[in-house]
């Protein structure tokens, strides 16, 4: 009961987003796009928000459905690191800017001292992103 009552307390990712999107662009306009102390200092706290690889498996990845062994079935279907890169804006059908995503999801991964073999493990043996979520909570920094 507790937790359904904090998990109806959760922004949605959607509005985590916007809302960042939105201080991004008052920063800017503020300073009209000239790069100071100040104005970096500002986006790098917002960038330090940003989720983690945990926070985006339970938030973004219940916009998927769960598959095994690829990282997208080319509709709505989606592994866990599917869902990581899809965070980044990859769409999950486009190859052109999958390297990309793949790059940024990796770096999230690294910093979080989380392997991509782990989490592909932990994907393809069955775990939903949920599980996922909660063993990488348990098992890192």
């Given at each position: 009961?507790a937790q359904q009552q904090?998990l109806?307390?959760e922004?949605?990712?959607?509005q985590?987003l ?5 201080q991004l662009?008052?920063i800017?306009?503020r300073h009209?796009?000239?790069?100071d102390?100040?104005t970096l200092s500002q986006q790098?706290?917002?960038?330090a928000?940003e989720?983690?690889?945990?926070q985006?498996l339970?938030a973004?990845?219940?916009?998927f459905?769960?598959i095994?062994?690829?990282?997208t ?10 869902v ?14 999958a390297e990309r ?6 770096v999230a991964l690294?910093?979080?001292g989380?392997s991509?073999e782990s989490?592909?493990?932990l994907?393809d ?10 063993y ?6």
């Amino acid at each position: 009961m507790a937790q359904q009552q904090l998990l109806a307390q959760e922004l949605s990712v959607s509005q985590i987003l916007r809302k960042y999107r939105r201080q991004l662009t008052q920063i800017r306009e503020r300073h009209d796009d000239k790069p100071d102390i100040n104005t970096l200092s500002q986006q790098q706290q917002l960038l330090a928000q940003e989720l983690s690889v945990s926070q985006i498996l339970r938030a973004y990845g219940k916009q998927f459905t769960q598959i095994r062994e690829q990282y997208t079935d080319g509709v709505n279907g989606r592994c866990a690191m599917g869902v990581i890169m899809s965070y980044y804006g990859w769409d999950g059908k486009c190859c052109t800017n999958a390297e990309r995503r793949l790059y940024a999801a990796l770096v999230a991964l690294r910093r979080a001292g989380i392997s991509k073999e782990s989490l592909i493990e932990l994907n393809d043996s069955g775990r939903t992103f949920e599980e996922i979520a909660d063993y990488l909570d348990r098992n890192t920094d």
